[in-house]
């Protein structure tokens, strides 16, 4: 038998990401909260391309206290292991048809992307987005880490990561 450590992490929070990787290449899922009770996912953008079923996946019993909220992905999040979690406000029927340029890594909000724009709540501690930009910018917060602005060009990424 494995003995476990005392989790390996606790209270963390992952948010306002863009994840992209391409069809070819293989992976797993693009976030994991292993043995992380009291952790938050949220506000985050995942393209898997279908190179994985799960983008999202919590796993163990320690596990508690989960929240993943408002994340915009192409596949399901999956509960492992007895993990616990409270799942809401996400959108797991993504394509790269709803954003700027996929394949690129830019992963803003097109302006037909009516599956993610004002669809969902303010989560405390996400009050901006991606670019830095307040949330909402419409009648709702809007489901992943881009917070759409009709007529705008989104601002200059703080930061950008491609994974494929």
């Not at 995942?46 to 919590?58: A, C, F, K």
Request: with cysteine.
């Amino acid at each position: 038998m494995i003995e476990r450590t005392p989790n390996d992490h606790a209270g963390g929070i992952v948010l306002n990401n863009f994840l992209y990787r391409n069809a070819t290449i293989a992976g797993d899922a693009a976030i994991g909260v292993f043995d992380s009770p009291n952790t938050q996912v949220l506000h985050n953008t995942i393209l898997v391309s279908g190179t994985y079923p799960s983008p999202i996946e919590y796993r163990f019993a320690d596990t508690a206290g989960v929240l993943i909220a408002n994340n915009l992905l192409d596949g399901a999040i999956v509960a492992r292991d007895g993990a616990r979690a409270t799942v809401a406000g996400n959108v797991v029927t993504a394509s790269a048809a709803l954003f700027v340029n996929a394949s690129a890594g830019d992963l803003h909000l097109k302006p037909g992307a009516s599956i993610a724009i004002d669809r969902a709540s303010v989560t405390a501690g996400c009050p901006t987005d991606w670019d830095g930009e307040a949330r909402p910018q419409g009648a709702a917060a809007d489901v992943g880490a881009d917070e759409y602005r009709a007529g705008l060009p989104p601002s200059a990424p703080q930061r950008l990561r491609i994974v494929r």
